[in-house]
């Protein structure tokens, strides 16, 4: 069973504009959500993260919004660039030694210039 | 800081043969992920290490599948014999401790024909 939804699978957007992908999960015991931005080629890379206790982070266009009641959070790329096209993975994990990571199924984003 | 760096980048192998991945894991990380990522899906983890013992390997196909990390520093992913399903992006990644910052290499790409 999948644990991390994550939509929309693809989003294209014009430079400028705002990106907003969302994701929701199931396991209350989440306390650690993270976002990864993965280019071509290469390997998944940290963006931005956030923990349950705040419902914003903000880390230059980069905005994390959590919702803790309706267990929804969502990645808001403001003024979206060309140089952001990539695909997006929401991820979470819990508690604990293991502290292993659950990933979305991406969203691959295309910003158009 | 040299990053997690993976070897071979790219493998093609036909069904039923072998084949073995290494990873070098960042300088001092004490934990280390092998994940799976099939095209168009999320990394799906297959076994963590902490130093040379396994915390996690319940995901991995152990009929065909076997990692060791007998240093604790770098590691290897065996796959012997491989099917058509496996053809995928196997991803190592390291961090710190349990809990910090986990660090992607940049993939060993598998097709098996």
């Known amino acids: 069973q999948q644990q991390v939804k994550q939509s929309p699978q693809s989003l294209i957007v014009q430079k400028g504009g705002i990106s907003i992908i969302n994701c929701a999960y199931e396991n209350t015991a989440f306390d650690y959500f993270p976002w990864y931005q993965q280019f071509p080629g290469k390997g998944p890379a940290l963006l931005i993260a956030?923990?349950?206790?705040?419902s914003e982070k903000k880390e230059g266009r980069f905005t994390i919004s959590f919702n803790k009641s309706a267990k929804q959070f969502s990645l808001h790329i403001m003024d979206s660039q060309p140089g952001d096209s990539a695909t997006y993975f929401c991820?979470?994990?819990?508690?604990?030694?293991?502290?292993?990571?659950?990933f979305g199924s991406g969203t691959q984003l295309t910003v158009l210039p | 800081e040299a990053g997690v760096a993976q070897s071979p980048r790219y493998k093609i192998i036909e069904k039923r043969q072998s084949v073995a991945f290494w990873c070098n894991p960042i300088s001092g990380h004490a934990t280390l992920y092998w994940y799976q990522q099939i095209l168009g899906q999320g990394p799906k983890l297959l076994i963590q290490?902490?130093?040379?013992?396994?915390?996690?390997d319940s995901q991995l196909p152990k009929d065909r599948f076997s990692a060791e990390r007998l240093k604790g520093v770098d590691s290897t992913l065996k796959i012997q014999p491989a099917k058509l399903e496996d053809s995928a992006v196997y991803l190592c990644?390291?961090?710190?401790?349990?809990?910090?910052?986990?660090?992607f290499g940049e993939g060993s790409w598998l097709t098996v024909v």
């Open positions: 956030i923990r349950p206790d705040v």
């Open positions: 991820a979470a994990s819990t508690k604990g030694s293991a502290r292993q990571l659950t």
């Open positions: 290490f902490q130093n040379n013992g396994v915390v996690d």
């Open positions: 990644a390291s961090s710190l401790q349990p809990g910090n910052t986990i660090y």
